[in-house]
């Protein structure tokens, strides 16, 4: 707890008097770092509340492997936005966005200061700058999309894609992008790539301060060797067993996410439960790499906080 001693100093108390309906606090940084913890702490010093910013720990099936605050965290201190989305469902930035909106404007009411926590860029992203303003799709549009896949299978449907949105699908080609390509195109007659050029909108009208938490990478990764062993010793494997028995389709986003994807091949009897933990370990080194680099890259830290 060494690292929490100085929270007034950290997050400059004695110079900033954070205010409720003005202000954001966002406590950003890469997976494993102390994020939450230093939150909790801050939290407790201005009144504040923590708010969801990381895709994985929206969904309610994931607990231990999306590292969720534990009942006790949420009781010393509301948390909103956490494990709130069923896992069937295909939850988009644009619906987090509006969840978002819709928690500041309640949180106004009651005079509590808001603290994001989180390492998705695109999130963190969709708040400071907002979203390309991409319609919203039809039901019968997602029906005809998912029909003309069916029909011609994924390679088929990928060509088909490629000449409507050559730059779009060169990056983005998982079955569920896929199909938003198609659909917006077949409900707007445009593609991807004309829609992101468009001015973004949505971004929270608010003052920001964005925080940058970082530990030197080696522990970093150390300690996320250790917290997924920790994860597996208190009953992560039987969580992925219950998405297993779901049938749950495997390109929704919560099915491709760190050790849910390899702990579900060896369900399927396809590796050994020795390779999918390394293989777990080793994407979520990877994953913390790149982590590290869209901070470098897209993020203008108010302060940097470099934990030990």
Not at 205 to 211: A, G, H, I, L
């Amino acid at each position: 707890m060494s690292s929490l001693l100085n929270i007034e100093s950290s997050f400059d108390l004695a110079k900033n008097q954070y205010h409720y309906k003005k202000d954001l606090i966002i406590i950003a940084g890469p997976t494993c770092v102390g994020k939450s913890m230093l939150a909790m702490e801050l939290a407790k010093k201005i009144n504040g509340v923590l708010i969801n910013a990381d895709s994985v720990q929206v969904y309610e099936d994931l607990n231990l492997l999306s590292a969720r605050p534990t009942e006790k965290d949420m009781n010393e201190v509301p948390h909103f936005l956490y494990g709130y989305v069923q896992s069937q469902i295909n939850y988009s930035i644009a619906d987090w966005l509006q969840q978002l909106s819709k928690v500041l404007k309640g949180l106004e009411k009651i005079k509590k200061t808001a603290i994001l926590v989180g390492g998705s860029g695109l999130y963190l992203n969709a708040v400071i700058d907002g979203l390309a303003p991409i319609p919203r799709l039809k039901e019968e549009i997602k029906i005809q999309s998912l029909l003309k896949l069916n029909e011609i299978g994924i390679d088929n449907f990928k060509e088909i894609n490629f000449k409507i949105d050559p730059q779009f699908i060169g990056k983005n080609h998982d079955k569920h992008r896929l199909l938003r390509s198609y659909g917006v195109f077949l409900q707007t007659k445009k593609n991807m790539t004309y829609w992101h050029k468009m001015p973004r909108e949505g971004a929270v009208k608010k003052n920001f301060y964005n925080f940058l938490i970082n530990l030197e990478r080696k522990s970093i990764y150390k300690r996320c060797e250790l917290r997924f062993d920790n994860m597996l010793e208190k009953g992560a494997l039987e969580e992925v067993k219950k998405l297993y028995d779901s049938n749950i389709d495997r390109s929704l986003p919560i099915a491709k996410s760190l050790g849910v994807r390899w702990l579900l091949s060896y369900l399927d009897n396809k590796i050994s439960f020795e390779e999918a933990v390394r293989l777990s370990k080793r994407d979520t080194r990877r994953y913390v790499k790149r982590q590290i680099t869209w901070f470098a890259h897209n993020y203008i830290p108010y302060k940097n906080i470099i934990m030990k």
